[in-house]
């Protein structure tokens, strides 16, 4: 694939209005969104495939709204990036089938978690994004808490139990990818791969 955006940059430089130094950031765009496409339109046929559409869209709108916003670690390759956002969506749909059998107190303990961690940590940069404009933080900031804040009142008012694990699973996962044992773990093993 790399050899494929390598291409797709070139073209971009050879006949778009870009000079030959920007090279590196159209390819690195150019992967990100293929990424992303790539990833989200996988697990979108998976979905299908199991008729599970619309809990999957659920999840995904909580999940990729708040981590624009929160940030957070990264997986270190595209296959467990998509790995794990099949499995956060697995695990939601889960919870949810079994919404019946979980008391409502591990909900209510979640959701105290995500607003703590959210209010606490985000946004947390992450190493291939860095945030250092603090305009840009204090966005980001605001978002994070907006977006926590109004899934939480859609679960608290929400008459459909199987509805609210869908919403409170994929805001706790995002929640623990910006805690600071969860990031500092993955920047030391980072930090150590660089220094061999």
Request: net charge positive.
């Amino acid at each position: 694939m790399d050899k494929l955006y390598g291409k797709i940059a070139k073209w971009c430089v050879t006949y778009g209005n870009f000079r030959d130094e920007q090279f590196c950031v159209i390819k690195f765009g150019i992967e990100v969104f293929m990424d992303s496409f790539l990833k989200i339109l996988g697990i979108l046929v998976l979905s299908v495939l199991f008729g599970q559409l619309d809990k999957v869209l659920i999840v995904l709108l909580v999940f990729c709204t708040t981590k624009y916003f929160a940030g957070g670690a990264h997986c270190e390759s595209h296959i467990g990036c998509f790995l794990s956002m099949a499995a956060m969506c697995a695990v939601s749909i889960i919870l949810s089938e079994s919404s019946a059998f979980l008391p409502i107190w591990i909900m209510a303990l979640m959701l105290t978690i995500v607003i703590i961690n959210i209010i606490k940590y985000a946004p947390m940069p992450s190493l291939k994004n860095p945030i250092h404009n603090q305009s840009v933080l204090a966005r980001k900031r605001l978002g994070s808490i907006a977006c926590a804040l109004i899934v939480t009142v859609i679960i608290v008012f929400h008459k459909d139990l199987a509805v609210k694990w869908l919403l409170v699973t994929p805001l706790l996962i995002e929640a623990i990818t910006i805690s600071p044992i969860f990031n500092k773990i993955k920047r030391r093993k980072i930090y150590e791969q660089q220094n061999y």
